[in-house]
Each structure stands twice: as structure tokens, then as C-alpha cells.
């Protein structure tokens, strides 16, 4: 019945198993399930899938630094395993270096590689079953991961991966997760249907004896707690996984993506004043974060706790002590993990300029720690 609800849309690939990783991700309704693999031949179309992945020139800067993992070894179910090294991503790196724009396509081509890759392994094995293993290694990962431009890749990643990859993951296996890790969850969460929430599995620190309990350990990396090595004895497995790195300096563009800057607040800042922004953290544990750019000119900017009703700077707790950044130059972010609840003020400072008046751009919110 599925079937012939896409007659007019069929493709040569569309056999039964790929027919019902669609109605699976609908369970089963096949009203909704048509409108996701429609919907799906719409994204195709706007972001000419099959065309970018013959095409697509993957820049430089990607090609060497860029953390896009791979498969390695297989599950003890015979299934493929791919390692996902998010936390190695290098985000004021790329973000100075790299068009998001081509950010997302190079994600694209990533997405139909896997896809491609895990329906070649189902036909050659001839099982019926369908989907990998993630290893999702969260080393070094930390607060730069959460600024507004990382928040902004992973986004876009996890709306186009459930949307058109459906039934790609069998389970998710977290390992090397940091203190941080339950404000990420709460900010991916929205974005991840309950069937896909339920299949990740976060580990502590006995994470390797979890990886063998799913994945025999000469299918695992010496690195991940495995006997598995290149034909070269990297016990990383370089030459299947790709850990990206640093971006050096001289890959830095001065162009701030206008994807960011569109999200962004406008205002003016006259000399001799001050704008004050007054932010609610209802919940200890919370993260205040903030991005901002001037034209022309730096600005002073600084965090504030109120103690009481005044308004006054010098009555407020400094907690991000005020001091000008050149914000003229380069995109500015940062963070505050915030200790207590209680009302901040986030200061843009134009307080010691007497005759220019600054033009700003920012963007400031509050990041709820996961219940």
C-alpha cells in the first residue's frame, strides 16, 4: 500500500527495506510516512543532493581539519560501527576559515555516504537489517562546542538527519562525556525524536568495557580499548577515522558568515553610555552565552549579578569582568556557566568613548542545564 501511495515518485533503489525504514519512522502511519518521503524528495531538490555529491568541491580547510570520523569494524551483530569525533572540532577555527554554507553541503555528501555505504553493506551481507553503531567520543569537548556558532552547525545537522536519513542508527554509545554534557543533551534534544533519544546510551568512565560488550575488541581501535590497528600500527586508526584538528591561523578569513549575523540584534550604543541587558537564570547550572560584532570600532563589554534592586554597575557583583574586545574584527563569543540563579546583566560598554557612537550586532541566551 506504501508502494503505490509513491508510484508517481519511484525510484529504482526503493525496495522493501528501504520502503519501511520510512514507515518505521512514522510507525507505521502511512499518511505521515508519505509526507516524510516527500518532504524528503523536496530537500533533495532545493539542496541538489545527487548533483553535490558528484560535485561538491570539498575545501581545503575541511579536508584537513575538519573531525568527520568514519566507519571502523563492525558490532557483534555483524553491523558497521562509525566513530563521530564532534568534541575535536575546532569551531572558531572553522568558523573564521570556512563558509557554513559549505559546512552543511560537506555534511550533505557525509549523510549520503553513509546512507550508500550501510545499504552496500546490507545487500553484500544479505541480512535484512538495516542501521550502524556510533561511537559519539566526546573528548575535549567543552564550552566552545556550545557557542552560538557550534549550537548553529549541530542544529543543522540533527534537523537534516532525522528528516531524510530515517532508521540510519541502531544504538549510540556516548563515551568520554564531560561535565557540560547534560546542557548539550538539553540543546539537542529538541531536535531528536523520541525513538532516536531512546537509543542513545551514555557511558562513565568504564566506557571501554562498554564498547566490548557491543563490539568485539579486535573490531575496536587500540585508542578505544581494542586490539584493532592500521596495517601501519596507528592505534588511532587514522586511515578510517578522520580526527580532524586545529585550524591554523593562516586559513582565517576576515568574512563573518551572514547565516550568523542575521540572528542577531541591532542597536546603537551612543558615546559616553552603556547598554544593558537584563537576562533571568532561573536554574543553577545554566549557561549564559553571548556573540556579538561592531562595525568599525571595538566596545567594552562585561557579565554583572545584581545583589539587590539597583541598577547601578558598581552595586552588581562583576562576574565577566568588563574590558573592550575588538569585536570590530573578529566575531566575539563566549560563555558563563552560571553557579547560582538570580537576575545578570550583560554590559556592551561605549562608557570611554566620548565622540563615537558604536553599531552592534549581538545575540544573548540562556541555556537550561537537562532535568
Known amino acids: 500500500q506504501f508502494r503505490e501511495r509513491l508510484q508517481d515518485v519511484v525510484r529504482p533503489h526503493m525496495d522493501d527495506q528501504y520502503l519501511s525504514r520510512w514507515l518505521r519512522a512514522r510507525r507505521y502511519k502511512i499518511d505521515k510516512a508519505e509526507q516524510m518521503y516527500r518532504d524528503h524528495l523536496t ?18 580547510v575541511l579536508d584537513k581539519f575538519f573531525p568527520a570520523g568514519g566507519f571502523c569494524g563492525e558490532d557483534r551483530e555483524g553491523g558497521l ?12 577555527g572553522m568558523m ?22 550501510l545499504t552496500a553493506h546490507s545487500a553484500k551481507t544479505g541480512k535484512q537489517t538495516f542501521g550502524m553503531t556510533v561511537v559519539y567520543d566526546l573528548y575535549n ?17 540533527l534537523k537534516m538527519f532525522e ?11 556516548v563515551v568520554e562525556a564531560p561535565s557540560v554534557f547534560p546542557i548539550a543533551f538539553s540543546i539537542v534534544k529538541p531536535f531528536l525524536s523520541e525513538d532516536t533519544r531512546n537509543k542513545v546510551f551514555v557511558c562513565g568512565s568504564n566506557w571501554k568495557e562498554v564498547l566490548a560488550q557491543h563490539i568485539a575488541p ?6 578505544y580499548g581494542g586490539t584493532m590497528t592500521d596495517p601501519d600500527g596507528d592505534v588511532m586508526c587514522k586511515s578510517k577515522i578522520r580526527y580532524g584538528g586545529v585550524v591554523p591561523e593562516s586559513y582565517y578569513s576576515q568574512g563573518i558568515p551572514a547565516e550568523i549575523l542575521e540572528q542577531m540584534t541591532s542597536a546603537d550604543v551612543e558615546p559616553g553610555t552603556s547598554l544593558g541587558l537584563e537576562v533571568d537564570v532561573r536554574t543553577p547550572g545554566a549557561v ?27 552595586d552588581m557583583e562583576e562576574v565577566v569582568p568588563c574590558s573592550k574586545h575588538n569585536s570590530h574584527l573578529i566575531l566575539t563569543d563566549g560563555e558563563l ?16 568613548s566620548w565622540v563615537r557612537s558604536k553599531t552592534l550586532r549581538y545575540s544573548v541566551e540562556v541555556l537550561e542545564p537537562a532535568d
Not at 81 to 87: A, H, I, K
Not at 163 to 173: G, M, S
Not at 290 to 312: A, M, N, P
Open 141 to 157: 569537548f567543552g564550552m566552545q562546542h556550545l557557542s552560538k556558532p557550534g549550537t548553529y552547525q549541530l542544529h543543522t545537522f
Open 43 to 60: 530537500y533533495r531538490k532545493k539542496m541538489d543532493v545527487d548533483n553535490l555529491k558528484k560535485n561538491f568541491k570539498m575545501p581545503e
Open 163 to 173: 528528516a531524510n536519513y530515517p532508521e540510519i542508527l541502531k544504538k549510540v554509545i
Open 218 to 223: 579486535d573490531q575496536i581501535p587500540v585508542h
Open 288 to 314: 549564559l552565552r553571548w556573540l556579538f560584532k561592531t562595525e568599525d570600532c571595538d566596545i567594552g563589554f562585561g557579565v554583572y549579578k545584581q545583589q539587590g534592586s539597583s541598577k547601578r554597575y558598581q
Open 96 to 117: 573564521r576559515s570556512v563558509k557554513i554554507q559549505d559546512v552543511i553541503k560537506f555534511q550533505i555528501c557525509m549523510l549520503e555516504m553513509v546512507d550508500d555505504t
Open 81 to 92: 560501527v562509525f566513530y563521530q569525533v564532534f568534541g575535536r572540532l575546532d569551531v572558531p
Open 337 to 352: 556557566l552560571c553557579e547560582e540563579a538570580g537576575k545578570y546583566v550583560v554590559r556592551f560598554d561605549n562608557s570611554y
